[in-house]
Nanobody
Framework: VQLQASGGGLVQAGDSLRLSCTVSGGTFSSYALGWFRQAPGLEREFVARISWLGPTYYADSVKGRFTISRDNAKSTVYLQMNSLKYEDTAVYYC??????????????????WGQGTLVTVSS
């Protein structure tokens, strides 16, 4: 299973950005998919998740600003980020898991990871 994230870049505070992550291998519709991020010097943290049935979950820090969605026909998961803040600056990683787990908001709850895409928000 391979995940390829893209869409990062340099934006100003208040701008929007959409990240994409294409998954190859396995059965995409059976994956729960997540986005995590890691800022310099900090641990990787949960951002959002969408299950194979569609329910979504968000970190409190991004709730109301970020939206996760999936397109099973394109084997792609998206993260729409609006009203970006300086503190959203990080490398963003997509992740996938095809087993049932209660650890949906921690790194250990996912088995497959993309390479990361850098989002830089200038203040």
């Amino acid at each position: 299973v391979q995940l390829q994230a893209s869409g990062g870049g340099l934006v100003q505070a208040g701008d929007s950005l959409r990240l994409s992550c294409t998954v190859s291998g396995g059965t995409f519709s059976s994956y729960a998919l997540g986005w995590f991020r890691q800022a310099p010097g900090l641990e990787r943290e949960f951002v959002a998740r969408i299950s194979w049935l569609g329910p979504t979950y968000y970190a409190d820090s991004v709730k109301g600003r970020f939206t996760i969605s999936r397109d099973n026909a394109k084997s792609t998961v998206y993260l729409q980020m609006n009203s970006l803040k300086y503190e959203d600056t990080a490398v963003y990683y997509c992740a996938a898991v095809d087993r049932i787990t209660m650890n949906w908001n921690v790194v250990g709850g996912y088995d497959y990871w993309g390479q990361g895409t850098l989002v830089t928000v200038s203040s």
